[in-house]
């Protein structure tokens, strides 16, 4: 069983269209994110999420909004997609308060 | 900005060499860890080791924290090929919110 999974793996679309990005955790973990990695490999930290409720919103656009249905979801929505936000996007989990992180494999999004 | 930042930027041995990669970072910090990813992949952790502690060894991993410093280091003896990867330190910069360097790319020649 996959810890934490994310899909679509990859992702391909036209600016200005809108787009979802799914994850998934089976560890039982409270706390879920959301982080961005970009093509110089700087991950960012977008969201993070605890027991259902949003902790940090790291001044993201709010064409990005993040919806967690239950502990074991986050997912990822994104509105009028630009250039750049080409990128990859990790979900990741973690049990206790900056402890141990696990990460999704990982979603490549690039906006043509 | 980034809190961490790993030194070098890339770094390439001869299979069965060791490899030394360097972490600073800006404030003080409760926790420090190091992370892998390969190429296409998800970041995996690797070790944690607390503001209180100097030292701590996994395996064939050895970390090092000076907060007098802000630094950390890991060691990573007797590479193998499957040691090629990206490895970044991350520091807990406040509650629920880990802050990543940009990575050491690691290259481990046959």
């Known amino acids: 069983d996959t810890a934490v999974s994310q899909t679509p793996k990859y992702l391909v679309t036209q600016m200005g269209n809108d787009k979802s990005i799914k994850c998934e955790q089976n560890l039982g973990h409270d706390t879920m994110y959301w982080y961005k990695q970009d093509s110089k490999k700087f991950l960012k930290i977008m969201f993070s999420y605890n027991n259902k409720e949003l902790i940090i919103n790291e001044t993201v656009p709010n064409r990005f909004s993040p919806k967690s249905p239950d502990k074991a979801h986050l997912n990822l929505h994104i509105n009028s997609l630009e250039l750049g936000d080409s990128a990859v996007y990790f979900c990741?989990?973690?049990?206790?308060?900056?402890?141990?992180?696990?990460f999704g494999p990982g979603t490549r999004l690039t906006v043509l | 900005s980034q809190q961490g930042e790993e030194d070098p930027q890339a770094l390439s041995i001869q299979e069965g060499e060791n490899a030394t990669m360097n972490c600073s970072y800006k404030t003080s910090i409760n926790n420090l860890q190091w992370y892998r990813q390969n190429s296409g992949r998800g970041l995996v952790h690797l070790i944690l080791?607390?503001?209180?502690?100097r030292e701590k060894h996994s395996g064939r991993l050895r970390v090092t924290l000076d907060t007098s410093k802000k630094s950390s280091s890991l060691l990573i003896t007797a590479s193998r090929a499957a040691d090629t990867a990206s490895y970044f330190c991350a520091t807990d910069i406040s509650d629920y919110k880990l802050s990543f360097g940009a990575g050491t790319t690691v290259t481990v020649r046959a």
């Open positions: 990741a989990t973690g049990g206790r308060m900056n402890n141990e992180q696990f």
């Open positions: 080791i607390r503001s209180n502690e």
